[in-house]
């Protein structure tokens, strides 16, 4: 199974894509994952990466499309994926169909999650993470229970600079201009499904595995 999450930050594409990656034995790929890994090991990429995410800007293609086509080279890969948080353009999604054909792996389907803004904005916001474990919390939906600690290793959690209410701001500008213009590409390819990613994270999961049933391996 091959396949593409598309959304707005905050919609629960990285939520649903571990459901998805552990139930049909799949991988997920998340650039923001990678991205971030390059920027605690404070590679140069890493750092060239930080001075964007933290202002809520997309990263640069030449440092995304490196990140992803080493990731879809792996091992890890043959037996499929779930690309979360890539493409975000249509130059990216190009450059993707190209990997893709290249290796004859070509993608099965594309799911784009709705969510309103409004939503979108609570559900980022209020997110905590544990800069040790990197374990995440919810101020509102999943607090952790020692208050500003978190549950596992006792740091102190953080609010990470893109999920302040400017970043967010500036991240769903920037993916209305940028990334929503993906959802007419991969319509005109016929592999677009629309999904509501607005109820629990149960019932969306429900609704996805429905769509995916298709492609799911034998």
């Not at 598309?6 to 594409?13: E, I, T």
């Not at 971030?36 to 990263?59: F, I």
């Not at 993470?129 to 101020?139: D, E």
């Amino acid at each position: 199974m091959r396949v593409v999450f598309l959304g707005a930050p905050g919609v629960g594409k990285g939520t649903q894509a571990d459901r998805v990656a552990s139930k049909f034995k799949s991988v997920k790929i998340s650039t923001g994952d990678l991205l971030r890994e390059a920027v605690r090991n404070q590679s140069p990429l890493g750092r060239e990466a930080k001075s964007y995410m933290d202002q809520g800007k997309l990263v640069p293609d030449s440092v995304v499309i490196g990140l992803v086509r080493d990731k879809l080279r792996e091992p890890s890969s043959a037996n499929g994926f779930v690309l979360d948080g890539f493409p975000r353009t249509v130059p990216q999604a190009e450059e993707l169909g190209d990997v893709l054909k290249s290796a004859k792996t070509p993608l099965d389907r594309v799911l784009n999650f709705q969510v309103s803004r409004e939503d979108v904005i609570r559900r980022l916001s209020g997110r905590r993470s544990c800069p040790k474990c990197q374990a995440t919390f919810h101020v509102d939906f999943a607090p952790s229970k020692t208050g500003d600690a978190c549950d596992r290793c006792g740091e102190a959690l953080v609010q990470r600079s893109d999920d302040r209410r400017e970043a967010i701001e500036t991240r769903l500008k920037v993916y209305e201009e940028q990334t929503a213009p993906l959802i007419q590409y991969y319509r005109n390819l016929h592999l677009l499904s629309e999904l509501d990613g607005s109820g629990t994270v149960d019932a969306v999961f429900e609704s996805l595995s429905r769509v995916l049933a298709p492609y799911k391996p034998t």
